[in-house]
């Protein structure tokens, strides 16, 4: 079961990794339309402006295609990739967006690892048939089907639920909603916490909410500058291999990289993630408040010019950093004489040491 | 002994290359010879050489997604994790993988 959970988040994973690049190129095209060409950008037929967000708007319908085929190529190797890019469209296609397109994804991946079980034993001679006819017949044709009859309606009613729920939201409960996303963003730095809240936000972003992903941006943005803030508090609270990855934290920070924070919080789990948190979570309520958005999914300080109010994005970021920074400072014990060395390795003595024992030899057939 | 190994995760920015570090920094302070390829957004950097994989004596796929060219290892012994492993415990994995290889 265990087993199944790592290979369904790897698949996904592998669909986030491929869309990633192609929403930060689409997605800033857009942006920078806007910017020169003002908010009615999309209706000025032929203007520089126009053409330069014609090329960012068509690349964003690629968004959900290229990820179901990606995650079809991650489960199934190559016959997944062109019936996953069939049934991504279709997920447009029908407004089932991003959910659609993951869902889609599975089914087609695992339909054709089922043929290609099915196909095995066929006699040499129409062998060449199964990759180049048989599989990419089949699954498009009964993928597409049960996309359009049974799969995707269920999918487009909770998408449009869950835009209208995002749209009603009262203040009170858009302050709740931002700390949420923001703060579980901003508990693992980059690991399968931060990335699941990232799937969600990214998957919205797609579907043209943009803010919940401000909240995500501040989660992954906030945790480095907090912890360059401490540093300046408290500066003698830092071991000498922790200065040494503060250091990292203003170029990576600055670039939103924000896995630089892993090291600190290695060191320190707790006082980092609770600080973290507190942070991350006050920002992104603000941010909600303030209505900021954003339309990319990575590129650090940047493409903060790009968002939606990004004074008040500013304005929140340096918020959550002040107050992750303040409370890392306060909650940061004296060092002890002999703590001031770490070879940073990771040994077996660490706090959260992972569990070695499920690892065993395997054979690639 | 000599390892190979492939690292990649999902942004393919930052933890595929920590974890290369990482994992090469764990096995030469435990006396093994070791070489890995990465696998990030940018695409495949260091390239094994078959020489590399075929006088290798396990293979460590430190990978959070699909990777290229899985089959050069047919016949390896392969160790596949996932490069949070490394980043939490790289020498307890080496300490393991040697009593893994030694059975």
């Known amino acids: 079961m265990k087993q199944q959970l790592t290979m369904v988040k790897k698949h996904v994973m592998t669909g986030i990794s491929f869309m990633i690049p192609l929403v930060v190129g689409a997605g800033l095209c857009m942006a920078i339309s806007i910017i020169i060409g003002g908010p009615n950008v999309s209706t000025a037929e032929g203007t520089f402006a126009y053409t330069v967000n014609r090329i960012g708007s068509l690349g964003m319908t690629l968004v959900v295609p290229v990820i179901t085929a990606a995650i079809a190529y991650s489960i199934a190797d190559r016959p997944g990739v062109a019936p996953g890019l069939i049934i991504g469209l279709i997920c447009t296609e029908i407004k089932a967006g991003f959910i659609g397109g993951i869902v889609g994804a599975f089914l087609v991946g695992y339909f054709v690892n089922w043929l290609k079980k099915i196909f095995r034993n066929v006699p040499e001679s129409i062998k060449g048939l199964v990759p180049i006819l048989l599989i990419p017949l089949i699954a498009t044709f009964v993928c597409g089907l049960l996309m359009f009859y049974v799969v995707g309606q269920p999918i487009v009613a909770f998408m449009d639920a869950l835009t209208n729920f995002l749209m009603s939201m009262q203040s009170g409960s858009k302050f709740v909603f931002g700390f949420l996303v923001s703060g579980l963003a901003g508990t693992d730095f980059g690991g399968p916490i931060n990335k699941s809240v990232s799937l969600f936000a990214n998957g919205l972003m797609v579907d043209g909410i943009l803010e919940p992903e401000a909240c995500k941006l501040l989660g992954c943005m906030i945790p480095p500058m907090g912890i360059i803030v401490a540093y300046i508090l408290a500066r003698k609270k830092f071991t000498k291999a922790e200065k040494e990855a503060v250091k990292a934290c203003l170029p990576m920070g600055i670039c939103m990289i924000t896995e630089c924070v892993i090291p600190l919080a290695m060191n320190d789990l707790w006082r980092v993630v609770l600080s973290s948190v507190v942070g991350c979570g006050i920002a992104g309520g603000l941010s909600m408040l303030m209505g900021v958005g954003a339309s990319v999914p990575h590129g650090g300080w940047f493409v903060i010019p790009t968002f939606q109010n990004p004074v008040g994005y500013v304005i929140c970021m340096v918020v959550g950093s002040l107050i992750m920074g303040v409370l890392l400072a306060v909650l940061k014990r004296p060092l002890k004489e002999d703590e001031d060395s770490l070879d940073g390795l990771g040994t077996s003595s660490g706090k959260a040491a992972v569990n070695l024992d499920d690892i065993k030899i395997e054979e690639i057939g | ?103």
Request: charged share 25%.
């Open chain 2, 1 to 103: 002994m000599n390892i190979v190994g492939i690292t990649a995760c999902p942004t393919g920015i930052a933890h595929t290359y920590i974890t290369k570090k990482k994992l090469i920094q764990a096995a030469e302070s435990r006396g093994h010879h070791c070489r890995v390829e990465t696998q990030g957004t940018i695409g495949v950097e260091d390239e094994l050489t078959p020489q590399e994989i075929a006088d290798a004596d396990v293979v460590i796929l430190a990978v959070d997604v699909k990777i290229h060219g899985e089959e050069r290892f047919k016949g390896k012994p392969v160790i596949r994790i996932t490069t949070e492993t490394v980043m939490q415990n790289a020498v307890g994995l080496i300490q393991k993988v040697e009593s893994l290889i030694k059975k």
